[in-house]
C-alpha cells in the first residue's frame, strides 16, 4: 500500500489531506470500488477536524478498517472492535501520539511520514484480522 499511498500523497497531482490519502490509497490497494463521491466524508478529519485534534491518518485508517472487516453493517463485528484496538494502540505506540497538533511538531509538518507508518500498521492489522 505505500506505493499508493506516495502516488495520493504527491502534492503536485493531489491536493488531499491525510485522511483523504488514506482512503484513496486503500481503495485502490484492496480494491474497494468506492465511487468518488464516497471520498468526501473523510474531508471532515482533515486537520485533526480542523482544530489539531486526531490525526486524519488514524481516522482515515480506521474507516478502512470497517468497510473491510464490517460484513453485516453492524457495529459488534468482533474482528472490527478487536483490529480497530490494536490500530489505535500500535499507532500510539510506533507513531508517538493520536492527535494532529503534536505529531505535526514532531515529525516538523511532514505528514508524509505520519501516512506511511500509519500505512504499514494498517496492513499489518487487516492481514491479522481480515479473513
Do not use: H
Not at 22 to 44: I, Q, R, T, V
Not at 62 to 85: C, Q, Y
Request: proline share 2%; hydrophobic share 35%; charged share 25%.
Amino acid at each position: 500500500m505505500q506505493q499508493e499511498l506516495r502516488k495520493y500523497w504527491n502534492k503536485e497531482n493531489y491536493n488531499y489531506s491525510c485522511s483523504e490519502t488514506m482512503l484513496y490509497a486503500a481503495n485502490e490497494f484492496y480494491s474497494l470500488g468506492l465511487e468518488e463521491n464516497s471520498f468526501k466524508m473523510m474531508a471532515p478529519f482533515s486537520g485533526g477536524m480542523f482544530e489539531g485534534e486526531t490525526c486524519g491518518a488514524l481516522t482515515g485508517a480506521i474507516s478502512v478498517l470497517g468497510i473491510l472487516l464490517v460484513n453485516d453493517f453492524k457495529a459488534n463485528s468482533p474482528e472490527m472492535i478487536e483490529a480497530t484496538k490494536e490500530f489505535k494502540q500500535r499507532f500510539l505506540k510506533e507513531i508517538g501520539s493520536k492527535d494532529c497538533s503534536p505529531l505535526k511538531e514532531k515529525f516538523n509538518d511532514n505528514c508524509g511520514e505520519i501516512i506511511y507508518m500509519s500505512g504499514k500498521i494498517l496492513e499489518e492489522v487487516i492481514s491479522k484480522y481480515r479473513k
